[in-house]
């Protein structure tokens, strides 16, 4: 940051007039620019902006600073006297209405004993006030992705705002609600007050600590309202998931048992949707993860298919562990989770695929009855791994007891590759009293 000491107009003038460099040396007191309160922004004739400095005495000698007027804004804060290396927020309020053209360098803040010993920023952090009037043109603005998915505790990732029209987005600012625990990281975004015409710029989004699913949305004073999902899911031992880099994605298949040779046959089923239910986190997450909710209290159950040899592997209430895969979690009065997982995710996972399908063991007719589904397995054939995350919700509006649902499956590949594949809709099959035989 380079800063101006502006000691003697006349002086000044008269050394750039002789071509010289101006030299203000060490400056006494410095001045950075707080994230989220730009000194770079536009404010409208009959609104406001708010812009704010952190001022940083960098001299031995103690200081007290007051700032030299500026019309149309008004300063608060830093009237302290400052020790060395101790620091005061400047906030400076900038009325639209008492404007009457835009701010272009500055603040100016001086001794107050010696009153020619002053300081501003320098030119990127100095103020660039543009004053617009209140009927301007309106943009159009986009937002994505439609839904972001987090990980509590973990890394932030951004959302992307599209400015799709030719006027400037005015006043660009991101709402969050005040109950959730996400937050902005304003250093690492690109999001100012403005965003130019058919340009992007990116607000990144970071997760508190706990599962949450919360709406954000962002606006300017010119623009249409954009909104965005965001999920934050949550992470319990034993944590192999947590820290993957995460992705949504799901490859649409016609029958969720193709190529399953012991499968009942099965009957036309009820649609799979996407969910934005948030799931308990109970279970353990391992390369493969199947983790199973429901709407109301009855026993339903969570069943898969493993393709291990000689003989394939069928997890769930009646053979909860076996082959390094177990179903950890068997909820039987609630309404879940129930959570079948590999256990021990350092050893492969057999290659092919992973059936899955829910149970009606016990449960009342009615009312209807909502399943929520989440699958995931890890993709291990790049560096570093991606755990690939899908939920689908669907709903009944009768339950018929001993009927399964088959769901689709996950395909693990020789190079430890992962894909989740999922139908449009579920097929359903008469099993036997305890759902041995559906695989």
Known sequence: MKIMEIKHPLFAASMLLFG???NAGIPLWTFAQVPGYP????????????????????????????????????????????????????????????????????????????????????????????????????????????????????????????NNSNATAENLTISIPASSGLTVNYAASTCTSTLAPYSSCTYNIQPGGLAETTAISVQGSNTNAVNSLVRVLAFTPPGYCAGLLLQSNATQITNPTDGCSTCLPTSPGYPLNNTMHVFSEVGGCGSVQFTLEWSRNGDIDAHALFPTLPTPTHIYYANKIQNNFELDVDDIPG????????????????????????????????????????????????????????????????????????????????????????????????????GSNIF
């Open 20 to 22: 010289s460099k101006l």
């Open 335 to 434: 309404n879940g989770p129930e959570n079948i997982y590999q256990v021990n995710s350092n050893l492969p996972t057999p290659v092919g695929r992973s059936y899955f399908a829910v149970y009606n063991f016990n449960m009342s007719a009615m009312p209807g009855l909502t399943y929520y589904l989440r699958f995931r397995c890890i993709d291990k054939s790049v560096t570093p791994f991606i755990l690939n995350e899908v939920v689908r919700e669907f709903t009944v509006p009768s339950v018929v007891d001993n009927l399964a649902n088959y769901l689709g499956y996950a395909e693990f590949g020789a190079d430890g590759s992962c894909s989740i594949n999922l139908p449009p809709a579920t097929t359903t099959a008469i099993g036997n009293g305890t």
């Open 39 to 162: 000194a770079n922004t536009t404010v409208e004739t009959t609104g406001s902006a708010t812009v704010q400095y952190t001022v940083t005495n960098q001299s031995r000698k103690s200081h007290t600073l007051r700032m030299q007027p500026i019309r149309g804004v008004f300063p608060s804060g830093c009237t302290e006297t400052l020790g060395y290396l101790q620091s005061c927020l400047l906030t400076l309020t900038i009325n639209g209405q008492a404007l009457q053209a835009d701010i272009i360098g500055g603040p100016v803040l001086c001794d107050l004993y010696a009153p020619l010993q002053c300081y501003q920023p320098g030119f990127n952090d100095s103020l660039r006030i543009h004053l617009v009037s209140a009927n301007t043109q309106p943009a159009l603005l986009t937002l994505n992705p439609p839904i972001l998915l987090l990980i509590a505790g973990d890394g932030a990732k951004n959302v992307q705002v599209f």
